[in-house]
């Protein structure tokens, strides 16, 4: 790159005895300053001349030569220093120093490396070459710490000295919107134990944890660390609000003590009467004959009630202890499917129902676990009878399903096969569809105990498709009925024998 010898030089910095004007050509301060280097060796030569010494002629002619020399010395200084100055000037000016810097790099070794101003020329451009090698690093360690920041699951909140947000990671922004960076904290929380917290740290107290419930944009629980930053963050940050999602832990808590509750509940009904009828029998029906028979016969109900009640919470268990690890054998399901229906079809038949069995020939099989699926369908279909109405068809159908819904683990290009059961019932509301698949969940609890349920039937149903990387979806119609589908992956194709034997 040439650089234009006749740039300007250097104005004075205010700290020197004459600073130099602004804008003097390279050549006048040349001669100015060879002037200024003159007069010691003029005085010297005229004074030889003067004592005679020296001839005059000699002495003008030297004092002549020494000038150019010293002149074009000179000259090459300070257009030398005329490059450095530009390159400072221009690095001053620009509205980013370091992409300008980045583009005079290599410009200054044009003065050469010949003396003191082309050392300090190669000087200043190792200087900047390691300044942006700094630069460069320093971008890549906060962008690599950006990055650490926003990859973090839970939400993240810098507070500058003023209580606003100074940065908020992205799952900050997704509980408490996309806008908040800038924003007052207590626009963004209005929580009185954080915002005090909060400002105690900003007064150079210690910080601490708080724990508050969220409602939108879901019902979460979080636990709030909130602690004084040591060193400078981005927009001079001076506190850190780490929020712990708690909630899978709550939930779980509750779960646990409504659990507890139930099955405390489930069983004091049967042992009451139990222990009612004991007393009885060994007191004032010990002689009635006809009073014992009808105890003893409601005595077995309500064992049986007890009995399929741990029955119930004993497969629960088994089926959550392996629920991480899925079946791999292989299921064919249509004689499954009249086994289950052999099995209920004199319950049916005892409600005037009749259950109606429709498998495609071309069903594949699938991957899973015989006995544990035959329970689901099982529960499904006791379900669909117990609450179905009297005289009415109950109809289970097997088919490879064209779709699958967005909750299935497979995705939406997973291949599976959709097992539904419906009746004819009364049909579920739709508040209380959610919730059916919890435990001791019952919409009319007085009828389902009546009917002899558990509350437990489709909380199994659901860990065991879970625990088969299925789903389980739940349509109904109030006064129509209701479907219950189960999806489960498809395992081998459907092999030629039973093809044939099929058709």
């Known amino acids: 790159m040439t650089e234009d010898r006749s740039t300007p030089v250097f104005p004075g910095d205010g700290h020197g005895d004459s600073p130099r004007p602004v804008g003097i050509p390279v050549r006048m301060a040349a001669a100015r300053a060879t002037a200024i280097l003159m007069v010691p060796t003029a005085v010297v030569l005229l004074g030889l001349v003067a004592t005679g010494w020296l001839e005059r002629w000699h002495g003008l002619a030297a004092i002549a030569a020494i000038a150019i020399a010293t002149f074009l010395l000179v000259r090459r200084h300070y257009a030398d220093l005329a490059v450095l100055r530009r390159h400072l000037e221009e690095r001053s000016a620009a509205d980013n120093p370091w992409t300008a810097m980045a583009d005079r790099r290599g410009a200054l070794s044009s003065v050469g490396e010949v003396g003191p101003v082309g050392e300090l020329m190669l000087a200043l451009e190792r200087a900047d070459r390691h300044t942006l090698e700094w630069v460069e690093r ?3 360690h906060s962008e690599s710490r950006e990055l650490v920041i926003e990859s973090i699951p839970d939400p993240l909140l810098l507070i500058d000295p003023r209580s606003r947000v100074a940065l908020a990671n992205r799952e900050a922004r997704r509980q408490f919107g996309q806008q908040i960076v800038g924003r007052d904290l207590s626009t963004v929380i209005r929580h009185p134990g954080i915002l005090a917290t909060v400002r105690r740290v900003l007064a150079g107290e210690p910080g601490g944890d708080v724990e508050i419930a969220l409602a939108a944009p879901v019902e ?8 004084a930053l ?31 509750a139930n099955v405390s509940h489930e069983l004091r009904t049967p042992l009451s009467t139990l222990l009612g009828f004991i007393e009885t029998l060994q007191g004032p029906a010990r002689d009635d004959a006809e009073a014992r028979d009808r105890f003893l016969e409601i005595m077995k109900v309500q064992g049986n009630r007890m009995s399929r009640l741990v029955q119930d919470l004993l497969s629960l268990s088994r089926i959550e202890i392996s629920e991480h690890k899925p079946p791999s054998e292989r299921v064919d399901l249509e004689p499954m499917l009249n086994s289950v229906k052999a099995t209920l079809d004199l319950e049916a038949r005892r409600k005037d129902m009749r259950v109606g069995l429709e498998v495609d020939a071309t069903l594949p099989q699938v991957v899973g676990a015989a006995d544990e699926l035959t329970q689901v369908v099982q529960n499904l279909l006791d379900n669909a009878i117990k609450y179905g109405k009297p005289g009415t068809e109950i109809t289970v159908a097997a088919r490879r399903a064209d779709r699958v819904p967005a909750s299935y683990p497979g995705g939406p290009s997973g291949k599976a096969v959709a097992i539904a059961v419906r009746d004819r019932g009364d049909g579920i509301p739709a508040e209380h569809i959610p919730r059916l698949t919890e435990r001791f969940y019952r919409v009319d609890a007085a009828r389902s105990r009546d009917l002899g349920g558990t509350g437990l039937g489709l909380a199994i149903v659901k860990h065991i498709v879970s625990r088969h990387r299925g789903t389980l979806t739940i349509q109904s119609t109030p006064g129509e009925g209701s479907v219950f589908t189960v999806y489960v992956p498809v395992g081998e194709p459907t092999s030629p024998s039973r093809d044939a034997t099929a058709a």
């Open 220 to 227: 979460r629980v979080f636990n709030v660390r909130i602690e």
């Open 230 to 260: 040591m060193e400078p963050e981005p927009e001079d940050a001076s506190a850190l609000m780490l929020f712990v999602d708690l909630s899978a832990i709550r939930r779980t808590e509750q779960m646990r003590v409504d659990f507890v």
């Open 138 to 140: 320093s971008r890549q």
